[in-house]
C-alpha cells in the first residue's frame, strides 16, 4: 500500500461549482497536511497548511483533516477557471517528505 | 529576490553533454532537495541536503550528480542522460529537515535529452 493515495482525476466541473479533493494515507505518524497547487509548466505552490484534525478555511478554501480516518480533503466553493491546476497533498517528515500524485482538476466556464 | 530561483527554465542536451541545473533559496532555509517531476507520475525524491549532511534516493542513477556548497545553494550536475531523463527537475527549501512551515518550489528546469 503506498503511503498516500490521491486519485489524478482529471476533474472537470463548472464555474462555481463546490469541488473536494482527497487523499488516504497511511502513516499514523504524519502530523502535519499540507495541500499544494502547481499550474501548468511551474513548480508547486504551498496553498494551504494544518496540523490538527478538524477545518481551517482561508477564502475560498478549506483544509479538512480527519485522523481517525486517515482522510484529508480540499474543498473549494465557487470555483473559477483560474482555479484549474494540478493539486497535491503532502506530508512532511524527517528528511522525506510524502506528496500524493496530484489530481488534476479543470473549471470550465 | 526572494523565494526559490532555478536556472536554467529550459534546458536541451544530447546524452553525451555535461551541464548543470542550479538552484539558489533566498528564503533562509537549512533543508535543500532535488525533485523529478515527470508526466503523468508522482513526484520523485531524488536528494535532500540538511545543514551539509546528503540524503539520496538509492534509486537515483549515478549519471545525476549533487553539489550543496552552502546552505543557500544547491546544484544538479548531469552526464550522459538518457531520453528518459527528460522531466520537470524542480529545487524545494524547507525550514529544517523536517519540512515544517512547508516546502518552497522553485519554477523547475524542463530538461528534454536528445
Known amino acids: 500500500q503506498k503511503e498516500v493515495e490521491q486519485d489524478p482525476g482529471p476533474l472537470s466541473v463548472p464555474e462555481g461549482a463546490i469541488v473536494s479533493l482527497n487523499c488516504t494515507y497511511s502513516n499514523s505518524a504524519f502530523q502535519y497536511f499540507m495541500w499544494y497547487r502547481q499550474y501548468s509548466r511551474k513548480g508547486p505552490e504551498l496553498l494551504m497548511y494544518t496540523y490538527s484534525s478538524g477545518n481551517k478555511e482561508d477564502g475560498r478554501f478549506t483544509a479538512q483533516v480527519d485522523k481517525s480516518s486517515k482522510y484529508i480533503s480540499l474543498f473549494i466553493r465557487d470555483s473559477q477557471p483560474s482555479d484549474s491546476a494540478t493539486y497535491l497533498c503532502a506530508m512532511p517528515g524527517s528528511y522525506i517528505p510524502t506528496f500524493g500524485r496530484g489530481t488534476s482538476l479543470i473549471v470550465h466556464p | 529576490e526572494t523565494g526559490v530561483t532555478q536556472t536554467p527554465r529550459h534546458l536541451v542536451m544530447g546524452m553525451t553533454n555535461k551541464k548543470s541545473l542550479k538552484c539558489e533559496q533566498h528564503l533562509g532555509h537549512n533543508a535543500m532537495y532535488w525533485y523529478k517531476q515527470s508526466a503523468k507520475k508522482p513526484l520523485e525524491l531524488m536528494f535532500v541536503y540538511s545543514l551539509e549532511e546528503r540524503v539520496e534516493n538509492n534509486s537515483v542513477p549515478s549519471r545525476f550528480s549533487p553539489e550543496c556548497p552552502n546552505s543557500s545553494h544547491l546544484f544538479l550536475h548531469l552526464h550522459t542522460l538518457q531520453p528518459e531523463d527528460s522531466a520537470l527537475y524542480l529545487c524545494?527549501?524547507?525550514?529544517?529537515?523536517?519540512?515544517?512551515?512547508?516546502?518552497?518550489f522553485g519554477s523547475g528546469t524542463r530538461l528534454t535529452v536528445v
Open positions: 524545494a527549501s524547507s525550514q529544517d529537515r523536517t519540512g515544517g512551515g512547508g516546502y518552497t
